[in-house]
């Protein structure tokens, strides 16, 4: 478990400031997976009475990060291999899908965002910037769901967002690196820029399998670590 230490913060931007300070602790494997949440140092660490903590902390619970078990306490959710399988083979059958319903609706406003949200998580990798990094790269990857004109689709996508920002911080830790490299998604905006649908389909789907195998040994190597802690 890394060195777990918050900063005091502001109170005019306490549960936002809280949620974020959360995220990242999580995100960056400073509160570890199936990691209770101490209140009271956390809100001593922070500077903040434990009323805002626990309201920041029900927001992550809604979001699906932490999850919150009667008469035992708040825990960062517990990650297996089956659940990432679970997540990563659904992504690629919605991205397939999305990008489907997208291709005929894009324009050049779809081009123009697409290269403002490139752009974005390009400069989160070059800052090494663990959290930023997913955060946009999730925002890139969720623009042909909002294109798509499908709110089911759309609201589907945004339930698994939670989950996938989880696993990519994993994904981080398994190769042992802040970010991935920062051309890592030139081939996914040059295909859905262009002309085939299908190899933007195609290459959707090697894109989440980059790394799968290595992804998935890592999940295993947690679980079999939290079944010694048991």
Not at 124 to 142: C, F, N, P, W, Y
Not at 147 to 155: I, T, Y
């Amino acid at each position: 478990m890394g060195k777990l230490d918050f900063s005091p913060i502001a109170d005019t931007t306490r549960r936002a400031e809280i949620v974020a300070l959360l995220r990242r602790a999580i995100l960056t494997g400073q509160l570890e997976p199936g990691q209770k949440l101490n209140e009271l140092r956390i809100a001593e660490q922070m500077r903040v009475s434990r009323a805002p903590l626990r309201e920041a902390m029900r927001e992550l619970v809604q979001e699906g990060i932490l999850t919150s078990i009667p008469y035992a306490g708040t825990f960062v959710i517990d990650v297996t291999a089956k659940d990432i399988d679970d997540a990563y083979s659904l992504n690629k059958v919605l991205d397939e899908f999305a990008i489907e319903l997208t291709w005929k609706l894009r324009d050049q406003r779809f081009f123009d965002d697409l290269d403002r949200r490139h752009e974005a998580v390009k400069q989160a990798t070059r800052d090494l910037d663990t959290t930023r990094q997913i955060e946009t790269a999730l925002q890139l990857h969720g623009l042909i769901y909002e294109w798509a004109d499908n709110s089911v689709l759309l609201e589907t996508w945004q339930r698994l967002t939670s989950r996938l920002q989880m696993y990519f911080a994993l994904h981080q830790r398994a190769r042992n690196e802040p970010v991935p490299s920062e051309d890592v998604h030139e081939t996914y905006v040059r295909l859905l820029k262009g002309n085939d649908m299908r190899a933007a389909q195609r290459h959707a789907r090697e894109h989440i399998d980059l790394d799968f195998e290595e992804l998935l040994a890592y999940a295993r190597s947690l679980e079999k670590r939290s079944s010694k802690g048991a």
